[in-house]
């Protein structure tokens, strides 16, 4: 049971890296919050979801 709650964090994590990299942020920027994401991933979506720079979907 335990790894479905680490395959949800993965596929979260992958998610939130996507959005990170699809922002307007600079390059330095970027690699800042993938680091986090990546370094401390259930703390690091955490602090993406509340503070970091959401993705630019446009049509």
């Not at 998610?15 to 690699?31: L, Q, R, Y």
Request: charged share 5%; net charge neutral.
């Amino acid at each position: 049971m335990g790894y479905i709650f680490g395959i949800i964090i993965f596929v979260l994590d992958v998610w939130a890296i996507a959005s990170v990299i699809n922002t307007n942020e600079t390059t330095g920027t970027k690699i800042l919050w993938i680091a986090l994401i990546a370094i401390l991933p259930v703390v690091g979506l955490i602090i993406w979801y509340f503070m970091g720079p959401k993705a630019n979907y446009s049509a």
